[in-house]
Structure formats: structure tokens, C-alpha cells
């Protein structure tokens, strides 16, 4: 038997037989792993609090074979006005759902858990439009997973000038005369790229911290969205949680 300690959040769960529950925990240097938590569905069980869905915690495991077992558990962040918004439980359920996807286990995770916790924060603690929040942490994610889009000049000329489209075939931006000859490339405003290039830019803590004009809010989303979809070769929805 091997103990170990590691901090996480709890991104799904399932019910076992009894008090039982199943968790799949994200974290920073073990990647998704699975754990049980014994009990923790009883009223008065100390791990109630800490292995609740979207909890941060740290977490006392044991490793019998494949299996992970919480010994104990502390909260850290539980995000509470998550839990108390349904539209807020929606999209922080939505973007779970991405980063479930694109973790695996015994895969170091930190920039990526990093970066769920700054957007469950988001969602939680700030009034910024939702859907924006959805949009920077999509494009962001995709730097991560390697998939850099070129933001800083014509993917086609190399021209610096008149950007005007972004490529989602060719991975970057086009200039106006070179996307008018890409038939899939998406029209930008100038505000849309400088929100991209700033988004890819900024340092890990800084990427929520700016605005964009209401109009290209829409833009945004439409580019990271598609850009996602056709690097993880699936079509996210946010989908209503009745
Ligand atoms: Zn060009």
C-alpha cells in the first residue's frame, strides 16, 4: 500500500453501491486519476465536503494495484456561486467537460489545471459575460495542447498588415487579400485579433483581464469555437442543465 498526498478538483463522480462514490480527480502532476471515497455520501462523513463535483481539495490517498482510495480530504476553493447559479453551473459543467476530454492519466496536467481553476474562478467570483469567459479559456487551452494559431502575421504573405480573417485550415490569420482566396476563412475586426494575440500573449494569471467591445464578443466566440472543434475533432455544445 502506497500514500500519497496531491491537491485536485473533483471534475466527475459517480455513485458506487452504498455510501460509496467514484471520483475522477484532475491533478497537477498525476494527471486524471480515479478514487474512491468511501462513505462520502453519508450526512456526517468528513469527506462530504471536500469530494463534491468542481471541488478543489486536497486530498490523503491511498494506492492499492490500480486503485486509489481518499484517506482524507480538505476543501480549498468549493466555488460556491457556481453552485448556487444555474447558468453559471451550466458553463463551469461545459468547460469540465473539455478538460475531462483532454486529460489522461499519469500525464503532468499543471498548465492545463491551472488554467481551469483561473476559469472556474472566473465563472464563480466575477460578473464578466459567460460566454467570453468560455471563449478565452477555449483559445488559451489550445495553446497548450500545442495547438498555437499564428496571430501575428499573414499565415499566407507574412504581411503584418490589414489582418483581416483567421484560417481555421491554415492556422492563423490572413491578410485581406489572402483571405478573400480562402473560402472557410472566418472575417476579424482588429479588436478580435487584438483580443487573440492578448489572449495567447498574457501571462497565465493576466488572460481574463481585458474587454472587447459587446459587437466582437460574438466574433471571438464563433473563432475559438470552431478552432476547437476542429482541433479536438468534436462539436461542443454548451448543453442546458435541466
Ligand atoms: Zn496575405
Avoid at 61 to 66: A, V
Avoid at 83 to 100: G, M, Y
Amino acid at each position: 500500500m502506497k500514500y500519497l498526498k496531491t491537491s485536485g478538483v473533483v471534475i466527475a463522480e459517480s455513485s458506487m453501491e452504498d455510501y460509496d462514490k467514484m471520483l475522477t480527480v484532475l491533478t497537477p502532476n498525476m494527471g486524471k486519476i480515479s478514487c474512491i471515497a468511501r462513505g462520502a455520501k453519508k450526512n456526517n462523513s468528513p469527506l462530504m465536503a471536500g469530494t463534491q463535483y468542481l471541488c478543489f481539495s486536497d486530498f490523503n490517498l491511498y494506492k492499492t494495484k490500480d486503485t486509489y482510495s481518499i484517506n482524507s480530504c480538505e476543501t480549498i476553493e468549493v466555488f460556491y456561486n457556481i453552485r448556487t447559479d444555474l447558468d453559471k453551473l451550466t458553463v463551469a459543467s461545459f468547460v469540465t467537460k473539455i478538460i475531462n476530454d483532454v486529460t489522461t492519466e499519469n500525464q503532468g496536467s499543471f498548465n492545463t489545471l491551472k488554467l481551469y481553476l483561473n476559469t472556474l474562478y472566473m465563472i464563480s467570483e466575477t460578473d464578466k459575460d459567460l460566454d467570453f469567459i468560455v471563449s478565452v479559456f477555449k483559445l488559451r487551452l489550445l495553446k497548450i495542447l500545442g495547438f498555437m494559431p499564428n496571430v501575428s502575421e499573414c499565415v499566407e504573405c507574412k504581411s503584418k498588415n490589414k489582418i483581416a480573417y483567421f484560417s481555421i485550415k491554415d492556422d492563423g490569420v490572413k491578410c485581406k487579400k489572402c483571405g478573400k482566396l480562402d473560402k472557410g476563412a472566418i472575417q476579424i475586426s482588429e479588436a478580435t485579433l487584438n483580443a487573440m494575440k492578448y489572449i495567447l500573449g498574457a501571462d497565465s494569471k493576466k488572460i481574463f483581464n481585458f474587454s472587447i467591445p459587446k459587437e466582437c464578443e460574438k466574433e471571438l466566440e464563433i473563432v475559438t469555437s470552431l478552432y476547437l472543434n476542429e482541433k479536438l475533432e468534436k462539436e461542443y455544445k454548451i448543453e442546458k442543465i435541466v
